[in-house]
């Protein structure tokens, strides 16, 4: 059991609204770290890899907390894992990113872990990230003078790394309008079912007739960064979805990630694995996109 205590003192900081917030990051800047959900960023704290001077919380910021379905889907950083997996239409529309709710940890993680959270640690294993990707999913930063919007490939820069400035905060994720015809899946394994991921991977098709119109794939923890298989989904447009097609599709996704060898998992395996992850993705999402 990790009986740790946080052994550093820190000032401690609750705003309101967001301009509270904000004018509070412009004036400490890289002294502060934000907490949402604190699943992350607490067990990094407890264990002396980050010790920042200064909490924001953003817990009392209802303004941060909404999924709207107005074209497309917009979600605040906030929205708990939990909160999702709520929204009917998320379950139908984004199927994808539903099952990675659903694969997040523990029911308790998905309880009190925030999507704004789980992309802002820039994990190259945030189980949000692939579907996210797949979605073409973009990200609106604020600071005290302006915002930006970032697609969601610019916002990972590197393990551990997001394109945030200091005085920013992510404001909203959103996410395009569906095509009636699309289908989308989710899959990951780790070692336990409350684990990290050693390799994830989310991909949407949208389907005319017998043919693939569109294709997006998006892989998790097998790269220094959440990734789109680009020369993969390049192979699938325009074709009719087949056995021999997939497996093709599929060892190419193998030659696009970039994997290490790390605690969880070997390079070679993660290779391995994701051939036979894509293949059952793949040939999940065309199915779906029929119905």
Not at 47 to 62: R, T
Not at 64 to 83: A, D, H, K, N, Q
Not at 186 to 200: I, M, N, P
């Amino acid at each position: 059991m990790n009986t740790h205590i946080l052994p550093q003192p820190f000032e401690y900081v609750e705003p309101q609204t967001i301009d509270e917030a904000l004018q509070y990051l412009s004036e400490h800047k890289e002294k502060v770290k934000i907490i949402a959900g604190g699943t992350d960023l607490l067990v990094q704290m407890k264990i002396g890899k980050v010790s920042p001077p200064c909490l924001l919380s953003l817990s009392k910021i209802s303004a941060l907390r909404y999924v709207i379905e107005e074209s497309g889907l917009r979600m605040g950083p906030l929205t708990t894992f939990r909160e999702l997996q709520m929204t009917p239409s998320i379950s139908k529309r984004y199927t994808a990113l539903f099952e990675a709710t659903k694969a997040v940890s523990t029911a308790q993680i998905q309880t009190m872990g925030t999507l704004g959270g789980n992309l802002c640690n820039g994990s190259p294993a945030a189980d949000s990230a692939p579907p996210l990707l797949v979605f073409r999913g973009k990200v609106k930063l604020m600071d005290a003078r302006e915002e930006r919007i970032l697609s969601l490939e610019e916002f990972f820069i590197g393990p551990g790394k997001t394109a945030l400035k200091a005085g920013e905060m992510l404001t909203e994720i959103e996410l395009e309008e569906v095509n009636e015809r699309t289908g989308s899946a989710f899959k990951k394994l780790g070692r336990v079912s409350a684990d990290l991921s050693k390799v994830s991977i989310a991909v949407a098709i949208v389907r005319k007739d017998d043919l693939c119109k569109e294709c997006r794939i998006a892989v998790g923890a097998v790269a220094p960064v959440p990734m789109r298989a680009r020369k993969s989904e390049s192979i699938l447009i325009g074709k009719k979805i087949e056995r021999s097609l997939i497996e093709k599709v599929s060892h190419q996704v193998s030659q696009e990630i970039s994997p290490i060898d790390d605690i969880r998992s070997t390079a070679w395996y993660r290779r391995e694995v994701v051939k036979a992850m894509a293949r059952e993705t793949i040939q999940l999402a065309w199915e779906r996109a029929a119905s």
